[in-house]
T-cell receptor, first 108, second 118 residues
Framework: GQNIDQPTEMTATEGAIVQINCTYQTSGFNGLFWYQQHAGEAPTFLSYNVLDGLEEKGRFSSFLSRSKGYSYLLLKELQMKDSASYLCAVRRDYKLSFGAGTTVTVRA | EAGVVQSPRYKIIEKKQPVAFWCNPISGHNTLYWYLQNLGQGPELLIRYENEEAVDDSQLPKDRFSAERLKGVDSTLKIQPAELGDSAVYLC????????????????FGAGTRLSVL
């Protein structure tokens, strides 16, 4: 199975950078996903990593180290609309296992 | 392009009553998933369909939960009878097994049905 750990909450200032860490233990690995979920809304896909390294998509970047069972999501130039829960998910075959999510609060 | 559509958005019922949720996946997506999300937790898979076949229902409590996807498109999830502990958000997601570059079987989620059992 998978044990996926991420911090419960993080707070940052508008315009700043925040890094959300995710560690996992899994008996199989087919990729790691990050989703954003605003309260009462659908989780929306942000990024996907299957190989080690950094994937950059605009203000959001995601990093993966398979040997360390570690990923992070980097949010740059924070905006108020970035206040949301960020879910780390590990895929084994076609099954996604999610962490509990990190609630990010952006303050003015 | 329309996303994953779920209805109803909210449902309030009394315990022991039946309830059903409906999901219409993204057009062309052959894989459909039902998840349960408790407050402050990540989604947990209940069942996965490939077309009309349930290929993974190991986490579905079959004594009270059932699901169907008769024509391989939209799907319903039913609880009968509902219990207090079933209060949660029920999410539907879909993905395409077609190997489109950059898609990587990304799962796209609907907004969910928030169930309250009183």
């Amino acid at each position: 199975g998978q044990n996926i750990d991420q911090p419960t909450e993080m707070t940052a200032t508008e315009g700043a950078i925040v890094q959300i860490n995710c560690t996992y233990q899994t008996s199989g690995f087919n990729g790691l996903f990050w989703y954003q979920q605003h309260a009462g809304e659908a989780p929306t896909f942000l990024s996907y990593n299957v190989l080690d390294g950094l994937e950059e998509k605009g203000r959001f970047s995601s990093f993966l180290s398979r040997s360390k069972g570690y990923s992070y999501l980097l949010l740059k130039e924070l905006q108020m609309k970035d206040s949301a829960s960020y879910l780390c998910a590990v895929r084994r075959d076609y099954k996604l296992s999610f962490g509990a999510g990190t609630t990010v609060t952006v303050r003015a | 392009e329309a996303g994953v559509v779920q209805s109803p958005r909210y449902k309030i019922i009394e315990k022991k009553q039946p309830v059903a949720f409906w999901c219409n996946p993204i057009s062309g997506h052959n894989t459909l998933y039902w998840y349960l999300q408790n407050l402050g937790q990540g989604p947990e898979l209940l069942i996965r369909y490939e077309n009309e076949e349930a290929v993974d229902d190991s986490q579905l409590p079959k004594d009270r939960f059932s699901a169907e996807r008769l024509k391989g498109v939209d799907s319903t999830l039913k609880i009968q009878p509902a219990e207090l502990g079933d209060s949660a958000v029920y999410l539907c997601a879909s993905s395409s097994s077609a190997q489109v570059e950059g898609e990587q079987n990304i799962q796209y989620f609907g907004a969910g049905t928030r169930l309250s059992v009183l």
